[in-house]
């Protein structure tokens, strides 16, 4: 059984992939930039889950992970960080726009709905943000599970499947729950 981690092509990756190489269940994580998707096959004997990684650039800009993405839709768990969370809201028609400001390195706390990847997660939860670009809006297809204190979106579920991002990054060190909130996702594709 094996988690593809879709690499954007981020330094943060290998942070992400360490971390869920530790996990308790024996599931292996195999790495693919979007240029190697075509070697991916999925189903039950190959990938349970997708995790798309952060990376450089607007969402809009990645069609090559869309268009991976797209085609598991509703089949595989997906979860998707920092880029990878706007590639999902994206994705449904919802804006990425430019936020007031950046925010590279900063800690926020905040509040979360305790449920599924959140689930046995401290709350407030402290969490790293490396982002210039923000999901904007409501949409039909996610429920927004956390905002931080400044109204920003850092958190959505998918209201019928099991596809969820964060805008924030759980591998960094300064971000609590991080390794917990993976493995939470691990579980999640496993009991998929």
């Known amino acids: 059984m ?13 942070n992400l992939v360490h971390y869920m190489e530790s996990n308790p269940y024996g599931v292996e994580i195999m790495v693919k930039t979007p240029d190697l998707l075509h070697e991916v096959s ?3 004997e190959n990938i349970i889950g997708i995790i798309i990684s952060p990376g450089p650039s607007h969402p ?4 090559d992970v869309i268009d991976f993405v797209s085609r598991h839709w509703g089949l595989l768990p997906i979860f ?7 590639m999902l809201w994206h994705m449904t028609g919802g804006k990425v726009i430019r936020g007031e400001r950046p925010v590279h390195g900063h800690t926020y706390d905040i509040s979360h709905t305790g449920k599924f990847i959140f689930e046995d ?3 407030p939860l402290t969490v790293t943000r490396y982002h210039s670009l923000v999901c904007a809006g409501e949409s039909s297809e996610f429920e927004i599970t956390a905002k931080s204190d400044d109204g920003v979106n850092m958190a959505i579920q998918h ?8 805008q924030y990054h759980p591998e960094a060190i300064l971000s609590s729950d991080g390794r917990k909130q993976l493995f939470n996702f691990i579980n999640i594709a496993l009991e998929a």
Do not use: E, W
């Not at 094996?2 to 290998?14: A, E, P, V």
């Open 42 to 44: 999925a189903g039950p």
């Open 121 to 123: 997660v401290g709350m």
């Open 2 to 14: 094996k988690i593809l981690m879709i690499d954007n092509y981020d330094s943060f990756t290998y």
């Open 80 to 86: 998707g960080i920092c880029l990878g969370h706007q």
């Open 60 to 63: 809009a800009d990645r069609q």
């Open 159 to 166: 209201v019928k499947y099991p596809i969820y991002g964060v």
